[in-house]
């Protein structure tokens, strides 16, 4: 095996497809957001508190996965589920471990913090524990495990990423908009924990592990979600709405969110319909898409419009936080719907005043410029 695939393997360890294009983009979303609302202007140690944020963000993430799937492996082993940590040898295993630390830890030697910052990291730290350790093991009851999860995923990692940056700026911040923020970042991360447990529910009776899905039922776990995601809805409207009593520049977010909604209002009225809604997993993703990928590009353009140079950012976000499949299909969208008939009109624009000026109206013959040449060399 080659050094490479060695990397990959251990890297793999981590479940990194799992997290780096999901809820990840959606943290450093709210990292942009944080620079939006604090009218951040682009220097480079604020540029350099943005890269450090992405690493620590990562490290984090990986740590978390990194914890479960550790004290995870019998569990996985009596579901039948491969634990990709338990594949590699246990010297992988520690120097994962240690590169994951330095992830997480190093960019706080340069991250501006106060003793709250700390206690932020400790609370995060001690989810991941709390849910896994086998002797507490939180993750195998029926109540603490959701909102265990939701704290770790989302809602402590945005505290974190808010504290910190409003270390950059102290003066006044709209506290009722962050809040409302904070309560919808928790229900996004319980709603996605109850997904988790329902695809799981097979795996986690054969592993004689609890679950709230497996508390509830197929009826009430329905009615609990079709809930989880109303509110959701309406939490993340009523918060964009909110934005604009800070600046008339959010308009864009509400803007696109209303478009986003018609365009899936059919899919989102699937919601209310009872009959085997467990298995519809479009809908109960539809607002992650905004989530991960509108939402931090809303959050950069109006960064960028408080300072051009952002602008660095971009590539760099495009590269390591958005689905290649999402890019692909926007490019060939935009091709094909809007750059090619744009630049047709153009040139065909161009060719029909060339002819004009040698005397020949093209409008007035009918005729393409190939087919009048075709027509002349007929004639000839």
Not at 161 to 167: P, V
């Amino acid at each position: 095996m080659s050094q490479f695939s060695n990397i990959v393997k251990v890297l793999s360890a981590t479940r990194i497809s799992d997290w780096r294009l999901s809820f990840v983009p959606f943290i450093i979303g709210c990292v942009y957001f944080w620079a939006s609302l604090l009218h951040l202007d682009f220097s480079f140690f604020h540029f350099l508190i943005f890269c450090l944020s992405i690493c620590t963000s990562f490290g984090f993430a990986a740590l978390g996965y990194f914890i479960n799937e550790f004290f995870d492996k019998k569990h996985d082993a009596q579901a039948g589920k491969i634990n990709k940590l338990a594949i590699l040898t246990w010297p992988k295993q520690l120097f994962l471990f240690l590169l994951i630390l330095m992830l997480c830890f190093a960019p706080w030697l340069i991250l501006p913090t106060s003793r709250f910052s700390f206690i932020l990291i400790a609370i995060e730290i001690l989810c991941f524990l709390l849910y896994s350790l086998p002797f507490i093991r939180l993750k195998n009851t029926y109540y603490f495990a959701g909102i265990l999860d939701a704290s770790y995923a989302y809602l402590v990692p945005a505290m974190l990423s808010f504290h910190t940056f409003s270390l950059l700026r102290l003066e006044y911040h709209p506290i009722a908009q962050i809040n409302f923020f904070f309560a919808l970042l928790f229900f996004i991360g319980y709603r996605n924990i109850l997904i988790h447990q329902i695809n799981d529910v097979l795996g986690d009776i054969k592993a004689n592990s609890k679950s709230l899905v497996q508390k509830l039922g197929v009826d009430r776990t329905r009615l609990l979600l079709q809930l989880l995601l109303f509110v959701e809805l309406s939490l993340v409207f009523s918060f964009s709405l909110s934005l604009l009593f800070i600046s008339y520049k959010y308009i864009f977010i509400v803007l696109t969110l209303l478009a986003y909604l018609i365009y899936h209002r059919k899919d989102f009225l699937n919601i209310i319909k009872p009959e085997a809604f467990l298995s519809l997993k479009k809908e109960r993703h539809l607002l992650d898409l905004f989530y991960q990928l509108y939402f931090p590009l809303l959050s950069l353009g109006y960064l960028l419009s408080i300072d051009f140079r952002w602008l660095i950012l971009l590539p760099l976000h495009l590269l390591i936080l958005v689905k290649k499949d999402y890019l692909k299909n926007f490019f060939d969208t935009a091709w094909h719907q809007n750059v090619r008939p744009l630049l047709s009109l153009v040139l065909n624009y161009i060719i029909f005043l060339v002819f004009l000026m040698l005397g020949i109206n093209l409008k007035k013959e009918k005729k393409s410029a190939l087919e009048y040449f075709q027509t002349k060399n007929k004639d000839k």
